[in-house]
């Protein structure tokens, strides 16, 4: 057993010591914990996986996990941890697409919580629909619309389906690139 966590330790602190040369060697999977109705399902899947998580979330939200890493930061700081965080081949979880555009631009991956994929292809047009939806509601004064449906198995099963589709290409051009470099 002491033997077993000594070659753990060496072995984490060379992937820490490879990474700050710049050296990314592995995947990780970042989330927008704060709310975020999905963990327990990144969590499942990700162990599956073998793939390392973050929860980010900030001084107003307490959680805990057996699995995850937990990372509390000071509020309104969440977004800006994790994308100081992510890095090229990670995936994100987020329901922010301020936070998804700024993954995709560092080469994340990144997921909403209702399963859909944020991809170079459809980020503008989200942050556009964002923008002139903000100002329709400052135009009507509606600053306060009614919350989100109440979420279902079946969303918790698209989201789960659709999580580990983008883990299983996230890993396949992993392999990929890994392969080029040899």
């Known amino acids: 057993q002491l033997l077993y966590e000594y070659i753990f330790s060496v072995i984490l602190s060379l992937k820490y010591y490879i990474q700050s040369k710049g050296v990314h060697i592995t995947m990780d999977i970042y989330v927008d914990a704060d709310a975020c109705p999905v963990v327990r399902i990144v969590e499942t899947v990700a162990q599956k996986h073998g793939i390392p998580v973050t929860l980010l979330c900030d001084t107003n939200h307490v959680l805990n996990s057996d699995y995850s890493q937990v990372k509390v930061v000071g509020a309104g700081a969440v977004d800006y941890k994790l994308i100081s965080m992510c890095r090229a081949g990670d995936i994100v979880v987020s329901q922010d697409y301020g936070v998804a555009a700024m993954a995709l631009g560092k080469g994340a991956?990144?997921?909403?919580?209702?399963?859909?994929?944020?991809?170079?292809?459809?980020?503008d047009q989200m942050l556009m629909e964002r923008h002139l939806n903000k100002k329709a509601r400052r135009k009507s004064h509606k600053n306060h619309l009614k919350g989100p449906r109440k979420r279902?198995?079946?969303?918790?099963?698209?989201?789960?389906?659709?999580?580990?589709?983008?883990?299983?290409?996230?890993?396949?051009?992993?392999g990929r690139d890994q392969n080029d470099g040899i």
């Open 152 to 174: 279902t198995e079946e969303d918790d099963a698209r989201f789960a389906q659709s999580f580990e589709k983008m883990i299983l290409k996230a890993k396949e051009k992993e």
């Open 109 to 123: 991956y990144a997921i909403h919580q209702s399963g859909k994929w944020y991809t170079d292809e459809n980020i």
